[in-house]
């Protein structure tokens, strides 16, 4: 009788003990993501500047180097709106940037390769490897050099990819958007911070290179950090996180199989780390044709469209500005500043607001893709800068809480079990859209300032079509799911 009581205290002691293993796994994670964000945004401001300081023409520097949109925009924004070959011919070099283009198809396999071989392992494996690439970017003192550092970084800069993968499989799906809407808030809070802390390191002689070495140096502060996470207590949250979800679960033989492939899953990727590569890269090959071959064409279709009206809308955003409303371009860039910090309340705020949706995903991504699309044509007809300031306002939130909910609507119709390889998918569709998004802002903007927006106006329209031509299916993974819990 005592033996039984035992066991039945021991028995809550471990339901009581793995949330709050979970809790704490998580809030390290947010610690991940924000020291990710945190270096990165200390050295990509200043990347342009070093280059040329290195010979480097323009074009070379967008071929090999990590010149993102924002960079971009603020290259075209100094050109006159008339002069077409220029403009076009900046954003070619963009679309020639090999970073970018390394990005775009290592992300797929990078996620995949986290499904197969663990968490951990990967997580540890792209933290050390960027690490190297900070390292070596510290020490170029010549444009091969630039260039050689930018390859592990290109490869295998996927750490928030796979850090949202990792927070999929230790939450349960109701907690999902509420869990990745504070992993984006903590990132976003190091992209805010970065930059000023890397300006300041710039001001001193060979602060880039300081700034590099730094931002290495906080690479292999994460890599020890994760190492010493307590895998062992994720390991048996995780457990019975699946367990409970077979419990939830609306079909038996679904929840049947979809247990037996997580649990196969965890099984397989404790040892696959150590087996050959050749085994590893044909079950990276099988998984992506199994996502390649599924139906999630129209939720990829969906962060596509918006995902590309999003960079249209702040594509010229300074320059339409000036033109419309003769505002100077310090204050545009306070705007921005604005609609950041916003996004950062948005991502703590999701938890209320799934809480007021009632969990249910697809109903809070269709409005808050409406909204968005709203106050873009509010943008577009915007009569005086207050408008402005109120749709720059709500659409922080919309756009905060819309992207949340489109990695959350992957991982319920794709699966868990592949939630790596769904990011991965994602984070290459989106890639797809900042290569072409500049050149259709390129285009848009030879008619009209309000050309970029209204494009995007036009796109996501499509998306909610989209998504109001496939809501049976969507509501088929959520409502559905939701009654039965």
Same mark, same amino acid.
């Given at each position: 009788?005592?033996?039984?009581?035992?066991?039945?205290?021991?028995?809550?002691?471990?339901?009581?003990?793995?949330?709050?293993?979970?809790?704490?796994?998580?809030?390290?994670?947010?610690?991940?993501?924000?020291?990710?964000?945190? $270096?990165?945004?200390?050295?990509?401001?200043?990347?342009?500047?070093?280059?040329?300081?290195?010979?480097?023409?323009?074009?070379?520097?967008?071929?090999?180097?990590?010149?993102?949109?924002?960079?971009?925009?603020?290259?075209?924004?100094?050109?006159?709106?008339?002069?077409?070959?220029?403009?076009?011919?900046?954003?070619?070099?963009?679309?020639?940037?090999?970073?970018?283009?390394?990005?775009?198809?290592?992300?797929?396999?990078?996620?995949?390769?986290?499904?197969?071989?663990?968490?951990?392992?990967?997580?540890?494996?792209?933290?050390?490897?960027?690490?190297?690439?900070?390292?070596?970017?510290?020490?170029?003192?010549?444009?091969?050099?630039?260039?050689?550092?930018?390859?592990?970084?290109?490869?295998?800069?996927?750490?928030?990819?796979?850090?949202?993968?990792?927070?999929?499989?230790?939450?349960?799906?109701?907690?999902? #958007?509420?869990?990745?809407?504070?992993?984006?808030?903590?990132?976003?809070?190091?992209?805010?911070?970065?930059?000023?802390?890397?300006? !300041?390191?710039?001001?001193?002689?060979?602060?880039?290179?300081?700034?590099?070495?730094?931002?290495?140096?906080?690479?292999?502060?994460?890599?020890?950090?994760?190492?010493?996470? #307590?895998?062992?207590?994720?390991?048996?949250?995780?457990?019975?996180? !699946?367990?409970?979800?077979?419990?939830?679960?609306?079909?038996?033989?679904?929840?049947?199989?979809?247990?037996?492939?997580?649990?196969?899953?965890?099984?397989?990727?404790?040892?696959?780390?150590?087996?050959? #590569?050749?085994?590893?890269?044909?079950?990276?090959?099988?998984?992506?044709?199994?996502?390649?071959?599924?139906?999630?064409?129209? /939720?990829?279709?969906?962060?596509?469209?918006?995902?590309?009206?999003?960079?249209?809308?702040?594509?010229?955003?300074?320059?339409?500005?000036?033109?419309?409303?003769? /505002?100077?371009?310090?204050?545009?860039?306070?705007?921005?500043? !604005?609609?950041?910090?916003? $996004?950062?309340?948005? $991502?703590?705020?999701?938890?209320?607001?799934?809480?007021?949706?009632?969990?249910?995903?697809?109903?809070?991504?269709?409005?808050?893709?409406? /909204?968005?699309?709203?106050?873009?044509?509010?943008?577009?007809?915007?009569?005086?800068?207050?408008?402005?300031?109120?749709?720059?306002?709500?659409?922080?939130?919309?756009?905060?809480?819309?992207?949340?909910?489109?990695?959350?609507?992957?991982?319920?119709?794709?699966?868990?079990?592949?939630?790596?390889?769904?990011?991965?998918?994602?984070?290459?569709?989106?890639?797809?859209?900042?290569?072409?998004?500049?050149?259709?802002?390129?285009?848009?903007?030879?008619?009209?300032?309000?050309?970029?927006?209204?494009?995007?106006? $036009?796109?996501?329209?499509?998306?909610?079509?989209?998504?109001?031509?496939?809501?049976?299916? !969507?509501?088929?993974?959520?409502?559905?799911?939701?009654?039965?819990?």
């Amino acid at each position: 009788m005592e033996e039984e009581e035992e066991d039945e205290g021991g028995g809550d002691r471990a339901a009581s003990a793995s949330p709050a293993a979970s809790a704490r796994f998580v809030r390290c994670l947010y610690v991940v993501g924000f020291l990710d964000i945190f $270096g990165v945004s200390m050295v990509v401001p200043l990347m342009n500047l070093h280059i040329k300081s290195l010979g480097a023409s323009h074009t070379v520097a967008g071929i090999i180097g990590e010149l993102q949109y924002l960079i971009y925009e603020r290259e075209c924004l100094q050109i006159n709106s008339q002069d077409l070959e220029f403009y076009l011919k900046v954003f070619s070099v963009k679309i020639r940037s090999l970073y970018g283009v390394m990005q775009l198809f290592s992300s797929t396999f990078v996620g995949c390769w986290s499904d197969i071989v663990g968490r951990r392992y990967s997580l540890l494996a792209c933290i050390l490897l960027s690490a190297l690439g900070y390292f070596l970017l510290g020490n170029s003192t010549t444009v091969f050099l630039f260039a050689i550092s930018r390859v592990p970084v290109g490869i295998f800069k996927h750490t928030l990819s796979i850090s949202k993968a990792l927070l999929s499989d230790l939450v349960s799906e109701r907690d999902r #958007p509420l869990v990745m809407g504070r992993f984006n808030a903590a990132s976003s809070v190091g992209f805010i911070l970065g930059p000023v802390v890397g300006g !300041y390191l710039a001001e001193f002689k060979g602060g880039f290179y300081q700034t590099s070495f730094i931002c290495a140096f906080i690479f292999l502060l994460n890599g020890g950090l994760v190492w010493l996470l #307590p895998w062992s207590e994720e390991n048996n949250s995780n457990r019975d996180h !699946y367990q409970d979800k077979e419990t939830n679960s609306f079909s038996a033989k679904s929840n049947h199989d979809h247990h037996l492939k997580s649990a196969t899953s965890r099984a397989v990727t404790s040892s696959s780390f150590f087996q050959s #590569p050749w085994i590893q890269v044909a079950t990276v090959l099988k998984k992506i044709k199994g996502i390649a071959c599924s139906n999630l064409w129209d /939720v990829f279709l969906v962060r596509f469209l918006m995902s590309v009206a999003i960079l249209l809308y702040y594509s010229n955003f300074t320059l339409a500005l000036e033109e419309r409303f003769g /505002v100077k371009r310090l204050f545009a860039g306070y705007l921005l500043s !604005y609609s950041s910090a916003l $996004g950062v309340l948005a $991502g703590c705020l999701l938890g209320p607001i799934t809480r007021l949706y009632r969990h249910n995903t697809y109903r809070l991504l269709l409005h808050s893709s409406t /909204v968005t699309c709203t106050l873009i044509l509010l943008y577009v007809s915007a009569p005086s800068i207050w408008m402005v300031i109120l749709s720059s306002t709500f659409l922080a939130f919309s756009t905060t809480i819309g992207r949340t909910c489109i990695i959350d609507l992957e991982l319920t119709v794709g699966g868990n079990e592949a939630s790596g390889t769904l990011l991965g998918v994602g984070q290459s569709v989106t890639s797809v859209g900042r290569i072409i998004a500049p050149l259709l802002s390129g285009i848009a903007q030879e008619f009209s300032p309000c050309g970029p927006p209204s494009l995007a106006v $036009g796109l996501a329209l499509i998306a909610i079509l989209i998504m109001n031509a496939n809501k049976q299916k !969507y509501r088929s993974h959520g409502s559905v799911k939701l009654k039965n819990q």
